[in-house]
């Protein structure tokens, strides 16, 4: 393969890992409950595509340019995406979301438990707070959690 091809599929892998882990953190967010936000991960994804993109453009493909039996379209974005499938299928991790359906109802099972009403004044009192504030206060309960676990 030459180093055309080998430089696509690497970007394509970056890109499509960077999509999974960006879905991977959406689902723990929403099992937690939270509100979901644009984070590093996503941040990391937009960056990943782009790179993909532009170095698809930059390659100045040939209108007959194939990876694996697959002739990519000179447009960036529709061969991004043809690459991203073609990362995938070799790929056999599969979606992280449908991966992790099971551990999420698992974890919402084990909290299930009802609310007491000591828990119940602590919800109110966040929920009053600005949305930033709430934020900062549940990273640093997570990181007093993890210190404690260790």
């Given amino acids: 393969m030459d180093s055309t091809r080998s430089m696509l599929l690497a970007l394509a892998r970056h890109a499509e890992e960077a999509r999974l882990r960006w879905n991977a953190e959406r689902a723990a967010v929403r099992a937690r409950g939270e509100t979901l936000a644009r984070t590093e991960a996503y941040a990391y ?72 009403g000591q828990e119940q004044q602590y919800i109110d009192l966040l929920a009053g707070l600005p949305t930033a504030r709430r934020d900062k206060i549940v990273e640093l309960a997570e990181e007093r959690a993890r210190h404690h676990q260790a």
């Fill in 45 to 116: 994804h937009v960056q990943a595509n782009l790179c993909l993109i532009t170095a698809i453009g930059a390659a100045n493909l040939p209108a007959n340019f194939r990876i694996y039996d697959i002739t990519l379209s000179r447009d960036p974005l529709a061969a991004a995406e043809q690459l991203r499938q073609v990362a995938v299928a070799y790929d056999h991790s599969g979606p992280i979301e449908a991966a992790h359906e099971a551990a999420r109802l698992a974890y919402k099972t084990a909290l299930a438990e009802p609310v007491t």
